[in-house]
């Protein structure tokens, strides 16, 4: 007997995210992705001075700020052709391989995590047989007898109390938990250091963009981070020293922790390998320039074409006309006036118009975007697969790495192929999170060497023409393609579309009616139980959903923290 299950709002991502699926035989049929907020940016910066456009849509999120920033300042730029000084790209890098690294670690061990790790069994753990554990798997310094007996007493004194504190909501004892108390104990203990980790790499953030979130320091031109050897009131060689130091703990916890615990994941839940596909379309972009044209990349994008790796073709630039002339936005099933197909960004629009939920008909605020009229998964394992193609050799040596780990625990051969899976975008956040950790350390060396050839030069001051100019901006965000989208007449913004990670992934179907990556992936999920719908989760989770990103309003007449509903 089919049912209906409705879980709004999904939880541990950012904003108001509904899934609805019908379960029929234990497996979802069929799905629907709704963005329950309106995102309004566009409209404000119509009429606006485009070098205010950056600090104004870094607001659209409290967590995927510096994206933002960034993508905006690249749009503007390609639309005038201006250059940026190589210190600026440096800085520039520095600050999206932090946040990246930081939002990888979070989105793994804080919002997902718990998906697939019972924290209550594993006070059921031996702690001193989990230091071993996880002393076989590592050479991590936390992972000894004294830390894992100091984890498990924390937990026994959580549960004594009655409260579980941050582990409150979770779905402990379900029957898709797989993991040992063992392996439970060592996932909790790494849960629990992750949360200092992670501050290390914001901390290079908030040296860099002077705040964070939302990050002061970018400009249409460059960046406002003056260098000097001889002022505290500027960048200086003590500062970038001090942010040298967090850049080698995080690599330390990223490859002897971060990496092991998904792979250790991954082999215990070898089945989920064939969970969850989805849409076989992925699409990266290139990132982390290393000139000041923007024609120089140290991580390559792309585009394959169902599932083939054979397909794969190349995106080398932020002038690339393969790229411009691929994207598109339906809003067929939008909450959004429409009825003129799909529009390139340069000639869309953003005009509300709700019709309440219509499985046939309207049903989200997040547009349908495409890639030559496809739907297109973003996210980690598109950059993964894309780079790997490409022949990016630091991608080819983490994930050869990851996939011989995960073999050897699971005792059995795992290729590339299971990574078009709900844990195969696991492995490959953790196998992009390794390449941009390194890479934030060779961007620091860059910076340096520059410096020290007497280079500090940071700006280069744009100048608005008379007639119309158009532009685009994008980024390999840590959630996936990223694009700014600006028409600018007469030195104001014309227009401004923002095509975001999750806009791609969490789409409604589009104008062919093909369902979005969320949508897709969904289909034959297993459900074990309607009430208690954790696989569900899993699949969406994996994605690390941003729907402030995708859309943006807020509902202030219901204030429900969780519904699931099952019809």
Known sequence: MSKRITIDPITRIEGHLRIDCEVDGGKVTKAWASGQMWRGVEQILLGRDPRDAWAI????????????????????????????????????????LAHAVHDHIVHFYHLSALDWVDVVSA??????KTAALGESLSS?????????RAVHQRLSSYVKTGQLGIFTNGYWGHPAMKLSPEVNLLATAHYLQALEVQRKANKIVSILGSKTPHIQNVAVGGVANAIATDSQSVLTVERLLAIKTWIDELADFVKNVYLVDVAAVGAFYADWTKVGPGCLNYLSVPDIPLDTKGTQFAMPGGYIAGGDLGSFKQIKGFNDQYWRDGVEESVKHSWYK?????LHPYKGETQPEYTDFKDDGKYSWVKSPTFYGKPAQVGPLSRVLCMYLAGHEPTKKYATQTLETVSALAKTKVGIDALHSTIGRHAARAISCAVQVDLLAGQWQALIDNIGKGDVKTFNKPTFPKGEQMGVGFHEAPRGVLSHWVVINDGKIKNYQC?????????????????????????????????????VLRTVHSFDPCLACAVHLTDLETRNTVTVKVV
């Open 57 to 96: 849509t870094q607001r659209i999120c409290g967590v995927c700020t510096t994206v933002h920033a960034i993508t905006s300042v690249r749009a503007v730029e390609n639309a005038l052709q201006l250059e940026v000084p190589l210190n600026a790209q440096y800085i520039r890098n520095l600050i999206i």
């Open 499 to 535: 095509v975001v990670p999750t806009t791609w992934n969490a789409a409604p179907r589009n104008e062919k009616d093909e369902p979005g990556p969320y949508e897709a992936a969904l289909l034959g999920t297993p459900v074990a139980d309607a009430e208690l719908p954790l696989e």
């Open 140 to 148: 991590w310094h936390l992972n000894s007898k004294h830390e894992m």
């Open 123 to 128: 006070l059921k753990a031996d702690p001193d």
């Open 338 to 342: 429409g009825g003129k197909g799909a």
